[in-house]
């Protein structure tokens, strides 16, 4: 269609020249040919800009008879065929006016317009003017009429067009007002739609209060659950739901929304009060899971310090007899008491019948009063009334004096009674009293050793950091050490703290007295459970607290290792001290530290000096254990030399504090330390700490003075030092951890070297069994263990055998299967090889097995951390190659079978350990 308006917009521009030519058809010359066209162009433009959005409209308006389209109307071209040949012989071809149209903006859909076989304006002009001026006739008249009758037909099917395109205005005029009946009708939505959006908006303002206060609602409830609250949040509810149907009476289908809404609501109330529930139900739970375990810790805590009070108990029974003869006369005391009170009670309840008594006389006299009176009343006159009056006044008398001797007897058996309950009053307050004094003095007694060892503690740091004198130092530590209640009352009474402020007054009140126990200091390279390897560290502390308990002062030294459970030591503190130690040819500072660990007081020893000795990860191992241990023992005796102790006993074990010995006595001995014994323990013969004598001056020996055969030399390789032998020549005793092992060592076979020297100094060298700290070993009392157990209840070995089960990842379905164990250094002495092949029998048999271990040995640790990696997705075998104290409680206490194939062993205390588990 706009298309058609183009085309005719192309005819008029190309024919309109043409005036003259169709005046002769009765046109304006003035008026355009095709006067509506204007009109009809704007609508068609107008159209188009509309139809460019409305394709479907405009597919339809293509929709012209192609005749109407195109123009240039093949008829007229058929029927100026011959024209077309006259043309060409007048040499004017029509074709050289000919005009390709196309619709300006490209449309795919424009109508490509050819204008031909029309006869150029101005040729037609031109003959016009020819015929007009007569002059050569050249045109005949037949092309004239052929002229005019093409142009007639022209004008035709212009006027053709001309309808068809008035049709087409038509149409888009009732199109148009459709359009515009649709488009009124679309407004009418859009204003109803915005009106829907205002209401919806206001109404979800609403909703949205609703759903706030509703929440308000539901936390009101959950903060009070009373029943009340419940009740308003119902009428809550209530109103919410009427503010719903009010709702939903004023727009349907929000209301529909908002009840489907407030169905959800209800439902995730209904889901939040679940969950509250399970909430509540969990942290009532966690609660009572976390009160359990205070419980539980609680008891720990109470059971080990009812352990100390019953130790302290057992020593203090023949106090305690006299305490309960005290008791006893006390409870006599009560009993007569309890005798006169029952007496006084019984005078009080005979005064109280008296009083009872009385009270009725009081009513008889009252009455007899009130009948005299009547009596007077009626003013009897006759004698014998009289008589009668002086009779009744005379009872009355008498009844007045027997009232006042009532009253009177009343009055002290009250006083007597009175007396006697102040008595019983006195007696009772004296009694509380005594047991008061008595039950104080026994929970003093009842001090843990962790008391003791803290209060020592505090002394020696005084000392060290030179804020009391030395003399002061040792009675204090003297005092200490015998548990004086002195001590102990002045460390009470200045709060438990000694500072500058308590110190003069904290002095004041302690006194010394003499001792009888000893003062025994350890110098070690283990101590369980804090820095354990083996059953050395075992020893250490079993044995410390053995003797602990016995009365003795012992200390422990031992280096201050970076890999220590430091949280098994209690109260650690730095000595506000920098002890100055000598190592090859200068000296180095150490830092001291102090803490308790298992109520023994300890000193760990940090040297800084740059090699970093014992920040390394690891106990032994290290390239340099010769230097390390060697400067240790050094500055563990400048520590005690500078601190102004004097041990009766300095215990060293194993070639690490081997050293000890000769020091103390080449060097610290001449320079006035020389109080103490040395005491010199081999906890293995096997390991003896050889190395090329130059190494010895290091810690300050004299290495020609020591180098020699019956000194240090090793006796196998001569250019050597051995410091378990210059331990044996130096030490006043020297132990072994059994009797058997002590004579094994003294043979060829099992000296390993030694035997000679051990055999020299056989009457210094004595076997003692090791014993195991049955506090720490107790499966009753095992902290480590998830569940406690005695031979009387064995449940809770199952127990841990199953919790132990899952924390290996070992497979718990078949309970049945015996869980075998084994805790070890891996070393060729513990029969790595049989401990080998006891995992493959093991998983043969049916069992299942778990090894805790670890190897200095590197090919060792190689080889089980490959069978380790074999059996890692295995359910029924579990390596841990490492050292863990823990576990190894756990181990011992869960599994079934131990097995500990040593191929020699000098006590075994695992072996001792599965004996008492
Ligand atoms: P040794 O002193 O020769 O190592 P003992 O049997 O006398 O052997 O003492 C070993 C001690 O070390 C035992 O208390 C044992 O439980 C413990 N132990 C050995 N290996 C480990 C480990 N990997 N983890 C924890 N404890 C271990």
């Not at 049709?167 to 459709?178: N, P, R």
């Not at 820095?531 to 607290?545: N, Y």
């Amino acid at each position: 269609m706009p298309m058609a308006s183009e085309a005719c917009a192309v005819l008029l521009g190309s024919v309109g020249p043409v005036g003259p030519g169709l005046g002769c058809l009765k046109m304006p010359p003035d008026r355009p040919l095709f006067a509506p066209s204007q009109r009809f162009l704007s609508i068609s433009c107008k159209m188009r800009q509309r139809n460019l959005g409305s394709q479907p409209k405009r597919q339809r308006s293509k929709k012209f008879p192609p005749k109407s389209s195109t123009v240039n109307m093949k008829s007229q071209s058929n029927d100026d065929e011959d024209n077309g040949a006259q043309d060409a012989s007048g040499g004017h071809q029509l074709n050289s006016d000919s005009r390709t149209l196309s619709s300006a903006n490209g449309d795919s859909n424009s109508i490509v317009m050819t204008v031909e076989a029309l006869p150029s304006a101005n040729d037609g002009v031109t003959q016009i003017e020819k015929v007009h001026g007569r002059q050569i006739p050249s045109v005949c008249l037949e092309d004239l009429i052929a002229m005019i009758r093409n142009a007639e037909k022209n004008i035709l099917l212009l006027n053709e067009a001309r309808v068809q395109a008035l049709e087409d205005l038509d149409k888009i005029l009732s199109e148009k007002e459709a359009l515009q009946t649709d488009l009124n009708n679309l407004e009418m939505k859009l204003a109803e739609t915005d009106a829907r959006i205002k209401v919806t908006a206001r109404e979800k303002i609403h909703v949205e209060l609703l759903e706030n206060q509703l929440e308000k609602l539901k936390n009101e409830m959950a903060s009070n659950r009373f029943l009340g609250e419940k009740h308003d949040l119902h009428d809550n509810e209530e109103k919410l739901n009427l503010d719903s149907v009010t709702l939903g009476a004023k727009n349907s289908p929000l209301a529909q929304e908002l009840s489907t809404l407030h169905k959800e609501n209800m439902l995730l109330k209904d889901d939040i009060q679940n969950l509250k529930a399970k909430l509540d139900d969990v942290k009532e739970t966690e609660q009572r899971v976390l009160m359990l375990e205070k419980e539980r810790s609680i008891l720990e805590i109470s059971l080990k310090e009812l352990e100390s009070k019953l130790a302290i108990a057992q020593e203090d029974v023949s106090k305690l007899s006299a305490v309960k003869s005290d008791c006893k006369a006390l409870s006599e005391k009560v009993e007569s008491l309890q005798g006169l009170l029952d007496q006084a009670t019984k005078q009080a309840e005979r005064a109280v019948t008296v009083l009872h008594h009385n009270h009725e006389l009081q009513r008889k006299v009252d009455l007899l009063e009130a009948s005299l009176q009547q009596a007077n009343a009626d003013k009897f006159s006759s004698e014998k009334a009289l008589k009668y009056n002086e009779l009744l006044e005379q009872k009355v008398k008498l009844l007045e004096e027997r009232l006042q001797i009532s009253d009177e007897e009343i009055n002290s058996h009250i006083h007597m009674y009175q007396e006697s309950v102040k008595e019983f009053q006195d007696i009772v307050d004296k009694l509380k009293e005594e047991i008061k004094k008595k039950s104080l003095e026994e929970t003093m007694d009842d001090m843990p050793l962790e008391f003791w060892s803290r209060l020592l503690l505090t002394i020696d740091g005084l000392l060290l950091e030179k804020k009391i004198s030395l003399n002061d130092a040792s009675s204090l530590r003297e005092m200490t050490w015998k548990k004086d209640n002195l001590i102990r009352d002045a460390y009470l009474a200045c709060k438990g703290k000694v500072d500058n402020e308590n110190l003069s007054s904290f002095l004041k009140l302690a006194l010394s007295r003499p001792s009888s126990g000893l003062n025994i200091v350890h110098i070690a390279a283990e101590m369980a459970p804090i820095a354990k390897v083996g059953g050395l560290g075992d020893v250490v502390s079993g044995l410390g607290k053995a003797l602990q308990m016995k009365g003795h002062l012992v200390e422990i030294i031992l280096p201050k290792y970076d890999c220590m459970q430091y949280d098994r030591i209690c109260d650690l503190k730095v000595l506000d001290v920098a002890l100055q130690s000598y190592f090859d040819g200068q000296m180095f500072k150490n830092q001291i530290w102090v803490g308790t660990v298992e109520g023994l007081p300890v000193y760990f020893i940090e040297p800084h000096h740059p090699a970093k000795f014992f920040w390394r990860g690891q106990v032994y191992g290290e390239h340099d254990d010769f230097k390390r241990f060697s400067y240790f023992s050094h500055a563990a005796l400048e520590l005690l030399y500078q601190s102004g102790k004097k041990p009766n006993i300095i215990h060293c074990h194993d070639w690490h504090t081997a050293f000890v010995a000769p020091l103390y006595w080449d060097i610290y001995a001449t320079r006035g330390f020389n109080s103490a014994r040395i005491c010199f323990t081999c906890h293995n013969f096997e390991y003896q700490g050889v190395t090329s004598a130059s190494e010895l001056a290091s810690c300050g020996l004299d290495v020609h003075h020591l180098h020699r055969p019956d000194r240090m030399q090793d006796n196998s390789a001569h250019d050597k030092v051995n410091p378990i032998k210059g331990a044996i020549v130096y030490s006043n005793i020297v132990t072994t951890v059994s009797p058997t092992y002590a004579q094994e060592v003294r043979t060829t076979e099992g000296g390993r070297g030694l035997q000679e020297t051990l055999n020299f100094h056989s009457k210094k060298f004595v076997g003692i069994l090791n014993g195991i700290d049955t506090d720490a070993w107790n499966p009753s009392t095992d902290t480590f263990l998830k569940v406690q157990y005695s031979p009387d209840d064995l449940l809770g070995k199952t127990q841990n055998k199953k919790a132990l089960r899952k924390d290996l990842n070992l497979s718990t379905s078949e309970a049945f299967r015996p869980l075998v164990g084994c805790i070890t250094r891996l070393v060729p002495q513990k029969g790595v090889h049989l401990i080998r092949h006891a995992i493959y029998r093991t998983l043969e048999l049916g069992g299942q097995f778990v090894l805790l271990g670890s190897s200095p040995v590197p090919h060792i640790q190689r080889e089980f951390e490959g069978i380790a990696n074999h059996f890692q997705s295995d359910p029924h075998v579990r390596l841990l190659l490492k050292f863990d104290e823990a576990l190894s409680h756990t181990i011992y206490a869960a599994t079934d079978m131990l097995i500990i194939p040593s191929l020699f062993e000098p006590c075994g205390l695992t072996q001792v350990l599965i004996c008492f588990s």
